[in-house]
């Protein structure tokens, strides 16, 4: 998908934003490329929906350019941006019907009617709406509304598609279905978007590539197995999924196979490849609770043990989250998956061993 | 109990609007169909009794002489042009206020907001009055003009019906600014952005998104501004002058200059008919708003 002999379609160069004494994005830089979908992650007032703003033309940056297919927008506005949006609330006419709203943005480029129908019945087609176009917004189902909205960002044409939080304002059966949905929508159309999202499940779900921003700065940028694997930073590890986080220090290193040394186990921790520290340098060493095993008797190996008492089991149905706590009092989460149904399961109080590969664990730096 | 009680609290403004308009209403109604007399009260029984013999005297008269005497309709006409041109000006200088202010920051809001109502807290009367010193050929306007030199003889504005209309717009301008107000506010703000997003300069946004969407605070505002302004008596009486023709004028000298009650009932009652028109237009349109 990745086209790396044309220029990007979307390019963010040193964007900065400050509202008065504030920065809600700082020095931002991006290269999003044609037919990608990009996510931009993070909590609430991380600056994504701001970094947004300024790629639809709503908000000019403090510094910095905004740069479309090669062109600096940055000061055009968004009438005479080749992007469009779909808004978080969708943003519907509430006035017009259903074949109204889609058609809106054609009719501002003087299109000849023939053609506006055209486009307007296809767009209605793509998003299986056809049937609706008589309709105001307000005798839709929230479905529906979304349906609507995507057919109207997507009517014109735009080189690039903006989603601010799609899934928003659906509940949460409805939304991994629409997930699904719209990217399918989206990838047909072959379209460059970019979408903001808080949930972490949304976005690894539909983009190509996503970007964790934190503090109006980008954490990390890479496919969403490279961000859940390899997270560059313990806000990053922390914010997409659960991750058990033991504070080490460095023992040893070397390029195979790394050495560290933590109060909260008995043994070495080992982590598989180098690092990038001197040894007695303090680290983070992080296993994912589904990478950590699960055993009443004591493992074989001599690296990456603990001993504890299962002090809470968080059933899920599919999977179940045990909390494991040592005997410094730290406590580690561990996932199994319910296979069996008839399985003797581990208990409250039960004392368990918790054990995993080298190759599980990633040190964190920062 | 419960409907007893959700009952009696229905039967409050039922019985506000019985006692303080149907009853008055029935009152004015017969009175219409009375004749005049020189007694106490200056109008004849529509019933009497005397000699066992029950009479019902309506007298239809009234209505035929408002039909034939010109004055009346010409007075209706005039009221309603009248009002339909000042409610006219008033949406055209209260829709960019009310706009302004929607537009505005929350703190400045509540401010501008204070200053469109601030005027209706003095005297309805002396605010009318005051157009009076500021209109009149040796007053403010006139006077000022003169002082500095761009005319030479006082323009007549007071006893003009420019000046009736300057008297309503100014008058009833906060009822127009309110609704249209309320209006926009509630307005979303993605809905513009939307708009621009979709190829729309701001102008072109205005006229496709903003003026369709406050479509129902401009009828409220301009049912608020005509119907009172059809009736309306002091502010032609101060400022018309005697050239001024408006029913409200008419209404008044038929009850104390010729002391012919029933003829002032007529009007009265004529003149709600006419303003039933609009009423029933607007309410037909809340109702359509309703649906949807």
């Not at chain 2, 009221?79 to 302004?100: D, H, N, Q």
Request: charged fraction near 15%.
């Amino acid at each position: 998908m990745t086209d790396t002999v044309s220029s990007p379609m979307l390019e963010i160069r040193h964007v900065t934003k400050s509202f008065g004494q504030l920065s809600a994005v700082k020095d931002v830089n991006l290269a999003i490329n044609k037919g990608e979908i990009f996510a931009l992650l993070g909590g609430s007032g991380c600056g994504k929906t701001t970094l947004l703003r300024m790629m639809a033309g709503f908000e000019t940056p403090t510094e910095g350019a905004v740069l479309i297919d090669g062109q600096d927008v940055s000061n055009v506005p968004p009438y005479k941006r080749p992007v469009n949006m779909m808004f978080q609330s969708y943003a519907l006419f509430p006035h017009l019907t259903v074949e109204q709203n889609v058609s809106f943005g054609l009719k501002q480029d003087k299109l000849p009617k023939a053609e506006i129908e055209t486009q307007v019945h296809k767009m209605l087609g793509l998003v299986h709406m056809t049937e609706f176009a008589k309709r105001k917004p307000n005798q839709l189902s929230g479905g529906q509304r979304q349906r609507v909205a995507l057919a109207r960002s997507l009517a014109k044409k735009p080189k690039v598609l903006l989603l601010d939080e799609p899934m928003g304002a659906l509940d949460k059966k409805l939304r991994s279905q629409m997930q699904l949905e719209v990217v399918d929508i989206i990838e047909s159309v072959g379209v460059t978007c970019v979408m903001v999202t808080h949930d972490q499940e949304e976005a690894m779900t539909m983009a190509d590539r996503v970007s964790i921003m934190h503090d109006g700065e980008i954490m990390q940028i890479g496919s969403p197995s490279e961000i859940y694997e390899f997270p560059n930073s313990r806000h990053t590890a922390e914010f997409i999924g659960s991750v058990n986080i033991f504070d080490a220090t460095v023992q040893h290193v070397s390029p195979e196979l790394s050495q560290f040394s933590c109060p909260d186990l008995a043994c070495t921790l080992s982590v598989e490849g180098g690092v990038n520290a001197v040894e007695g340098a303090q680290v983070g060493v992080a296993v994912r609770p589904e990478k950590i095993l699960m055993s009443r008797e004591q493992p074989q190996q001599s690296n990456n043990w603990i001993k504890g008492k299962v002090q809470d089991i968080a059933y899920l149905g599919g999977h179940s989250v045990y909390h494991v706590e040592l005997d410094s009092g730290k406590v580690v989460m561990a996932t199994t998956t319910n296979m069996n149904r008839h399985e003797q399961r581990l208990t409250w109080k039960d004392e368990v061993y918790l054990y995993w590969p080298a190759s599980s664990a990633v040190v964190l730096y920062q | 109990m419960k409907k007893f009680g959700v009952r009696s609290v229905i039967a409050v403004p039922y019985l506000w609007l019985l006692v303080f308009f149907l009853v008055p209403f029935l009152i004015v109604f017969k009175i219409s169909f009375s004749e005049m007399q020189y007694a106490i009260p200056p109008y004849t029984d529509l019933v009497t009794w005397a000699d066992e013999v029950l009479t019902i005297n309506l007298n239809l008269g009234t209505y035929a002489y408002l039909i034939n005497d010109d004055l009346y309709i010409r007075a209706y006409m005039s009221s309603v042009r009248i009002a339909f041109f000042a409610t006219v000006c008033a949406l055209l200088i209260g829709y960019p206020i009310a706009y302004a202010i929607a537009r505005a920051d929350t703190a400045t809001r509540n401010a501008l907001l204070m200053l469109v109502m601030l005027p209706s807290w003095t005297s309805f009367l002396i605010r009318i009055y005051a157009w009076v010193g500021i209109l009149k050929n040796n007053g403010l306007i006139n006077n000022g003009l003169m002082g500095i030199g761009i005319i030479d003889e006082p323009i007549a504005m007071l006893n003009t019906e420019f000046a009736v209309y300057l008297g309503i717009v100014y008058a009833y301008l906060p009822f127009m600014v309110l609704p249209i107000y309320t209006n926009l506010v509630k307005l979303d703000n993605s809905l513009l952005e939307a708009s621009a997003d979709l190829g729309c300069a701001p102008w072109k946004t205005f006229l496709t998104v903003t003026l369709p969407l406050s479509k129902a605070g401009i009828v409220a505002g301009c049912m608020l501004v005509f119907i009172p302004s059809v009736g309306e008596f002091v502010i032609p009486e101060m400022l018309g002058g005697a050239e001024t023709l408006m029913i409200g004028k008419v209404l008044w000298q038929e009850f104390f200059n010729n002391r012919d009650w029933p003829v002032a009932s007529a009007v009265a009652i004529v003149m709600l008919l006419l303003l039933l028109v609009p009423i029933t237009f607007f309410h037909r349109y809340k109702a359509r708003e309703l649906e949807s």
